[in-house]
């Protein structure tokens, strides 16, 4: 079974300052994609970044990008520039490449822009 | 074209009520997901379907819960004799196809509250 682990339950950064998110994942799987969501209080799940195992070129989305570390089954996010915008829990979650498209979450962590 | 979309909202139920939350995809998707996050958690994945097919219900629990993609309509997922522990919020996504990595849309989700 697949698990996520996001061992930051709380985070607060200063509005244009850099903030890392960590996430570590466990799995036998050897290609699989591993995902950022950001839920702000609208609740909404709204996704910020994607990768594929298989590719060795961490994934950027303008301010946001990722440090994939495929041997440590690590996936952390990096958030450039922050803005108050970026208040939100974040939620890192892994998907089998074989498999339905299902989702597995981490717990989430709450990150706050301060001004 | 529209978002996923849940309603209602928000629902209250008495202990022993049943619930039906309904889910409509995206335009052309087929592919269907439940999720429920408690309080403070992640989602956690429950049922996957298709038009008229439940494909896995691995994380459906095994009373109670039931779940429904019928032809014509919108997915149903329906929780009978509510009890406290099944308050939480419940999100449906969608996806276009089954191929391999496919990103799935969440619609808002459904904050059901047992009382």
């Known amino acids: 079974a697949q698990t996520v682990t996001q061992s930051q339950p709380e985070m607060s950064v200063q509005e244009a300052e850099t903030v890392t998110l960590s996430c570590t994942y466990d799995?036998?799987?050897?290609?699989?994609?591993l995902f950022w969501y950001k839920q702000p209080p609208s609740r909404q799940m709204i996704l910020v970044i994607r990768q594929e195992a298989y590719k060795q070129q961490n994934a950027t989305e303008n301010r946001f990008s990722v440090n994939f570390q495929k041997a440590a089954k690590s996936f952390s996010l990096k958030i450039s520039d922050s803005q108050l915008g970026d208040t939100a829990m974040y939620f890192c979650?892994?998907?089998?490449?074989?498999?339905?498209?299902?989702?597995?979450f981490g717990a989430g962590t709450r990150l706050t822009v301060k001004p | 074209n529209a978002g996923v979309m849940q309603n209602p909202r928000h629902l209250v139920r008495r202990r022993g009520q049943e619930a039906r939350l309904r889910c409509s995809p995206m335009?052309?998707?087929?592919?269907v997901y439940w999720y429920r996050q408690l309080p403070e958690e992640g989602l956690k994945f429950m049922v996957y379907?298709?038009?008229?097919?439940?494909?896995?219900e691995s994380g459906m629990p095994k009373e109670r819960f039931s779940a429904e993609f019928p032809k014509e309509g919108p997915s149903i997922l329906r929780i009978q004799q509510v009890v406290r522990g099944d308050s939480a919020a419940y999100f449906c996504a969608s996806s276009p196809s089954w191929e391999s990595g496919t990103e799935a849309f969440f619609g808002q989700g459904t904050r059901l509250t047992v009382v």
């Open positions: 979650a892994f998907m089998k490449q074989w498999g339905n498209n299902d989702m597995r």
């Open positions: 379907l298709q038009k008229e097919n439940i494909i896995d």
């Open positions: 799995t036998s799987e050897s290609n699989y994609y």
């Open positions: 335009k052309g998707h087929s592919h």
